[in-house]
């Protein structure tokens, strides 16, 4: 009768264990997902001054954000396009906007649906840094991600 109970117990003891990884498992899975979501919003796309045509260095940012959509095909992305300061308000609104264009019109090459993208210029609006000098003004230069 002990060794029947004892083999019971070690039987549902086994059992939680088993039980316990798999919801492990899969918490694991979910915070991948939340990794790979974060680094679609905090990886932005950078550009050099009066430039919108997307660096080299800038390609691998891209085509993960590309990799991502293509994995999560519900999702959509709002592409926000900045400037820096120098330029007027007008010339740095239009770059931005075909900064953002850009990131978009790869997103598209790479087999991303135009309709689950949108496109928005800020223009030299919303400093990421706002100092006045190169190295402020190069983090301004970008195109940001937005899951909607």
Known sequence: MK???FL???ALCLGLVVVGCRSKTGT???GEADADRQAFINNHVYFDFDRYNIRPDQVPVVSSKAAYLGANASARAELQGYCDERGTEAYNNALAD???K???NYLADQGVSGSRL???SYGEEFPIDPGHN???WAKNRRVQSVLQ
Do not use: I, Q, W
């Open 28 to 30: 694991s899975g979910s």
């Open 134 to 136: 190169e190295t402020a």
């Open 102 to 104: 850009a990131v978009s």
């Open 118 to 120: 949108s496109t928005v």
């Open 98 to 100: 075909r900064r953002a």
């Open 8 to 10: 019971a117990a070690l």
């Open 3 to 5: 060794r029947a109970l």
